[in-house]
């Protein structure tokens, strides 16, 4: 999907990702006390703390890859405006996904991983 994004001329900047990294990051600290508990056992669970976790590089390519495919889904959604017309759009989209992933070839390197 990412791969596709860039054909079609979407481009999303490190800075963007930083921001919406910082977003994410803010409206997190918003969350109910529960929820927040729920991401820190999350946290435990990685042994990271929580300015690991924001600055990590998995993170960062995670909300990038994000972003890149968001953006290709508006292309998809630009042209709705009514529920009909979004409903289509996201089938339409949905479709173009299906049919990226069944044309994918997968190679696995080294089958003694899923031991």
């Known amino acids: 999907m990412v791969k596709e994004a860039k054909n079609r001329g979407i481009k999303v900047t490190d800075s963007e990702v930083k921001d919406f990294i910082k977003k994410m990051r803010a409206s997190m600290a918003q969350m109910p006390d529960e929820e927040k508990q729920f991401f820190n056992d999350y946290l435990q669970g990685l042994g990271m703390s929580e300015d690991e976790f924001w600055s990590s590089k998995e993170v960062f390519n995670g909300y990038k890859k994000g972003l890149y495919i968001g953006r290709?889904?508006?292309?998809?959604?630009?042209?709705?405006?009514?529920?009909?017309?979004?409903?289509?759009?996201?089938?339409?989209?949905?479709?173009?996904?299906?049919?990226?992933?069944?044309?994918?070839?997968?190679?696995?390197?080294?089958?003694?991983?899923?031991k």
Not at 82 to 110: C, H, M, P, Q, Y
């Open 72 to 114: 290709l889904r508006e292309q998809f959604m630009k042209d709705a405006n009514t529920s009909e017309e979004i409903r289509k759009a996201n089938s339409e989209f949905e479709k173009f996904e299906n049919n990226l992933v069944e044309g994918t070839k997968i190679e696995i390197v080294d089958p003694d991983i899923f």
